[in-house]
């Protein structure tokens, strides 16, 4: 999918639709920017030939957006001081002088914000003449503020704000209290989950995502004929974490939801982003044995999710993996509700067809995850779209070649956010996570991979290694 599909795509609700500007939408720009109904409102007043407009474009690359309404082009949006740090921007709006005069100002501007803030934009800014009463009135029903002013060709300049609502995100832990698959196996049993159980809380508590940030344990409750070799661990287990629900944590609180162990770690992923969509703009999908143990992984991670020109979809805390397809290790990492309800989207059209169905049937799993009965899918399961979970992906074009892990969900759960068009990257900062797989905290235990930091995805460089304090978390 091109960049240009991306935008029109994304930004198509409702009425009003956004498109990044293309050469070919340069002589209808410049026709209604030369207007005299248009120039003489504007800082520039000059009139440009489409041969200078040309060059501009090419020499600027303006970020600008003509907006479709009712099939037909009616204005469009220039951009500018485009702030990824501090999540602000500089805006502007002209309407061709045909379609002015019907409230079509205040629908784009309300389609604008819906798009900015989906791109976890907080402020925008704006400057316009006061002499332009038509256009102030606007920004002071809209809710804009004046902040100052300055002189301006014999008139006077006057910048205003808008502050969108304050950002929210939450971070998913998915939590399992049986045997664990494919950790070591001296540390597969309850008593070292409980041990995880406590570190992971006390890093909740203690360490500053850098916004308001709600913490989601999913429990994935097991089965009967899930392992479990120690029972009564199992059930400390479920108690610790059940009686977390509503503990402040340093940006939040801590919210505890339950469901049938089935689709695994990206199964609880979608859980949880069916139960709590509406809350929160940011969302930071962790599994519980990445420890997040540095400050600031969310703030750090919003520059990159904020990128119009390159849409990014996802800021991986692990790594990054590129084969079988693109992937973030373990779905673990930081992304946004717009960009999911995208990806559910594409997920609903490429789902479930009789390919996948024969692909369940034939990797109906045995001891391992139960997932779902044969032949059934998640949606089937579940009455609903979902994030890409339990995905084989045979006749979907999403095949990445490893049934495995294709099954579990793992690749197709970030590799459906590249696929919907966004990139996929690596998280900037390092040394933020503890792998306590691999940390190796049991010494004692013959054949232990004692203090490795595994290297297939490029995790180490974000891992922290084997502290001592992991041992107090021990029991
Ligand atoms: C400013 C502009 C985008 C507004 O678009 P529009 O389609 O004309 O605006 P709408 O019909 O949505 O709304 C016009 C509002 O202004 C009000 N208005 C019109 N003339 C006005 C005036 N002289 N003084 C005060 N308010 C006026 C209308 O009553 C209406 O408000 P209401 O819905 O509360 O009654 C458009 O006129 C335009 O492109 N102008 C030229 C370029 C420009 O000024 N760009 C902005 C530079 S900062």
């Given at each position: ?357 024969a692909s369940i049937s034939w990797f109906h ?27 084989p ?10 049934k ?72």
């Amino acid at each position: 999918m091109t960049l240009e599909n991306r935008y029109n795509h994304w930004s198509s609700r409702g009425v009003v639709a956004l498109h990044p500007f293309e050469p070919k939408d340069l002589p209808w720009f410049n026709e209604v920017r030369n207007h005299p109904d248009t120039a003489g409102y504007l800082h520039d007043s000059r009139v440009y030939s489409l041969e200078e407009t040309k060059d501009w474009f090419e020499r600027e690359k303006p970020l600008y957006w003509w907006v479709e309404y009712t099939r037909k082009p009616i204005g469009y949006i220039r951009t500018s001081n485009v702030n990824y740090e501090d999540g602000s921007i500089t805006v502007g709006l002209d309407i061709d002088p045909k379609f002015r005069g019907s409230g079509l100002a205040f629908k784009v501007y309300e389609e604008l914000f819906d798009f900015l803030r989906s791109r976890l934009f907080t402020r925008v800014n704006l400057e316009v003449l006061q002499s332009n009463e038509r256009a102030l009135h606007i920004y002071r029903k809209l809710g804009f503020v004046e902040t100052g002013s300055t002189p301006h060709n014999g008139d006077v300049s006057i910048a205003m704000t808008l502050e969108l609502p304050k950002l929210k995100a939450v971070k998913v832990i998915p939590v399992y209290f049986g045997d664990r698959r494919s950790w070591p196996k001296y540390q597969s049993d309850s008593h070292h989950v409980h041990g995880l159980l406590e570190y992971v809380i006390a890093k909740e508590k203690e360490i500053d995502p850098g916004i308001d940030c709600d913490t989601v344990f999913v429990i994935n409750c097991r089965s009967d004929t899930d392992t479990v070799t120690e029972k009564d661990w199992a059930s400390k287990c479920y108690e610790l974490v059940k009686g977390l629900d509503g503990t402040n944590t340093k940006r939040g609180v801590i919210k505890v939801v339950e469901r049938e162990n089935k689709g695994v770690s990206f199964a609880s992923y979608d859980h949880a982003f069916h139960e709590f969509r509406d809350l929160y703009d940011v969302w930071f999908f962790c599994e519980d044995d990445q420890v997040i143990v540095a400050d600031n992984v969310i703030s750090a991670a919003l520059p990159a999710l904020r990128n119009l020109a390159e849409p990014c979809g996802f800021v991986a805390t692990v790594g990054l993996a590129s084969t079988p397809k693109p992937h973030a290790h373990g779905g673990c990492g930081i992304t946004t509700r717009g960009v999911l309800d995208e990806v559910l989207k594409e997920a609903q059209n490429v789902s479930f067809k009789k390919e996948q169905h024969a692909s369940i049937s034939w990797f109906h799993r045995h001891g391992r995850a139960h997932d779902f009965p044969k032949a059934t899918s998640p949606f089937d399961y579940l009455g609903r779209p979902h994030l890409p979970c339990y995905f084989p992906s045979e006749g979907t074009g999403l095949g990445c070649g490893n049934k495995e892990i294709e099954i579990l969900g793992e690749v197709s759960f970030t590799w459906c956010i590249s696929y919907a068009g966004f990139s996929l990257t690596n998280h900037l900062l390092e040394k933020i996570n503890v792998n306590w797989k691999n940390a190796g905290h049991d010494s004692q235990v013959p054949g232990l991979w004692f203090g490795v930091l595994r290297n297939c995805h490029g995790e180490a460089v974000r891992m922290v290694p084997y502290t001592e304090d992991m041992d107090t978390a021990m029991p």
